[in-house]
């Protein structure tokens, strides 16, 4: 959940970029659906104006960013507001309440998160260990003493990288349900880094790899990226699998 403690800035920012690109964007969308209430084609006679359109789209993004949110909204208490300002009437709050209720807001969002993040730890966690458990029960599966499990599919004959140098390899990641998270394949083009410059798993796994060798790699959490994840796709203490091939070293 990502909170946006000013709400309004961000709604009425997302309606003028939107009125200011022309893609077809998400707020987009909101406005086309919501700024023509229609019934039998004709647009709602409470939307007549343009002020009336744009005073709902406005409060469509913003209650719509609230939701989003998941946060609590209280419309008699918004409404009261935008009528203070509009009447030039002094707030109701002080600043140093504002400043309060945001931070409270913000706090609530945090723990709530956190939360989410420790369910989400311990399932990943747990589904990762039955798969892991099972995994290397299976032929060719090699454990190191790390807890790294590969499977060579391919044998090649080059050499094999140190740690001061760079490869050049082809590979897919996947989640252990399945879900590709990144594949050079599908890109086109095989990566190049160096052998240091990624997650413990694949430093240890490249040292194990001749030029040519294909591997299977299935790579616990703690030595993937561990409790943090990584991006939208990879959550907290996920058990990840990988496709390798190495192409060259340099």
């Known amino acids: 959940m990502k909170l946006n403690t000013l709400a ?6 997302l309606f003028l970029a939107a009125c200011g690109n022309d893609q077809k964007t998400e707020t987009e969308a909101t406005v086309e659906e919501t700024s023509e209430v229609t ?14 359109k744009l005073s709902y789209i406005v409060g469509t993004n913003l209650a719509g960013q ?10 008699s208490a918004f409404t009261m507001a935008v009528n203070d300002v509009m009447a030039g009437t002094e707030s109701r709050l002080s600043q140093e309440q504002i400043q309060e209720a945001v931070a409270t807001v913000q706090k609530q969002a945090q723990e709530k998160q956190q ?28 454990v190191t003493e790390s807890g790294l499990q590969y499977k060579e599919i391919v044998s090649g004959e080059g050499e094999i990288p140190t740690s001061d140098k760079t490869v050049v390899v082809h590979y897919k990641g996947t989640l252990t349900d399945g879900t590709v998270f990144d594949s050079s394949y599908d890109r086109g083009e095989p990566a190049e880094f160096p052998v240091t410059g990624v997650i413990p798993g694949w430093v240890e ?18 030595l993937a990226y561990g409790p ?11 058990t990840l699998l990988f496709d390798v091939e190495l192409i060259e070293i340099k």
């Open 8 to 13: 309004l800035l961000t709604a009425s920012s």
């Open 115 to 142: 939360l989410a993040q420790q369910a989400d730890s311990a399932k990943n966690k747990a589904d990762g260990l039955t798969y892991l458990e099972a995994n290397a029960k299976k032929e060719g599966v090699i």
């Open 39 to 52: 019934t039998n084609g004709a647009t709602d006679p409470a939307l007549a104006s343009i002020e009336q």
């Open 66 to 75: 609230f939701k989003r949110d998941e946060l609590a909204f209280d419309v």
């Open 205 to 222: 796994a490249l040292q194990l790899m001749n030029v040519g060798d294909k591997f299977e790699l299935t790579i616990p959490s703690d």
């Open 228 to 238: 943090r994840g990584s991006g939208q796709t990879i959550g907290p203490d996920s």
